[in-house]
């Protein structure tokens, strides 16, 4: 658990956060792996998005833990990836990217001054935390290109550990399993392409993004805000519509190395 004497509080079955940890954008960031066909990062202007990213964050009352570029890991920016974490313990995973696997030795040394109980993801097992959604006392795991079935089952046995059920669902389209869904608190969930029939998600009152704003599913409930990528007007008037207060950012350039707004931090 934390080495912190207080506990993550719940708003509407969310966790109170209190911390981030981000990692700041390498020059090398504009080579690093992509599946998208927007173009090359402006380096600069990533940068920029990148700040205020971390406005955002303060803003909605986190203490936010910055880690220097390594231009040696051009996607370590991608934080969220290398770590979950939860009330309980912090998984360090083993991500699904070869090249990406160097990112968690720093991270578990970051990770390992907040929490006294450490866990990891071993291969033959691969699991980013991008296929990683925690609903209350439940996980559900995207089985994608980034983490494989003895990733994602390493993870349900050791959630098991801490109470925790989890559910594994393979991914037919979606990058990540958070690339398509995000959890607001209240059984509010917004929801994309494949996962806006998906039966695992039926008991949930369910956001749907139409495809044309499809990027817009990876939005993020920090405390009293909501988190959305600029100009996705059809999507903000749901969200908005549902009771949450928006925050909105400029994410182009981090779109284009398939990143989102979750991907760019470790809250707890």
Known sequence: MWKN????????GIPLFSRAIVKKISKSYVNGLTTSNLGKPDYDKAVAQHEQYVEALK?????????????????????????????????????GAESRNGEIKEIREVVKKYYDKLEE????????????????DHFYVGLSARTNREGAEQFAKIQKKYGYETTIVPLEKFFHLKTGVAYLGNKDLVVAGEFVDHLVFNDYNKIVVEPVEEYAANCIR?????????GFGDTKQKIEAAGYTVIELDMSEIQKQDGGLSCLSLRF
């Open 222 to 230: 920090i405390n009293d805000y909501v988190v959305i990528p600029k």
């Open 121 to 136: 993801i071993q291969s033959p097992g691969f699991l980013d935390g991008g296929d990683v959604l925690q609903i209350d």
């Open 59 to 95: 803003k909605c009352g986190l203490e936010v833990i910055v880690l220097e570029a390594d231009e040696s890991f051009p996607d370590s920016t991608f934080v969220e990836d290398t770590a979950v974490l939860t009330s309980n313990s912090a998984i360090i995973t083993n991500p």
């Open 5 to 12: 004497s207080y506990t993550q509080l719940l708003r509407g």
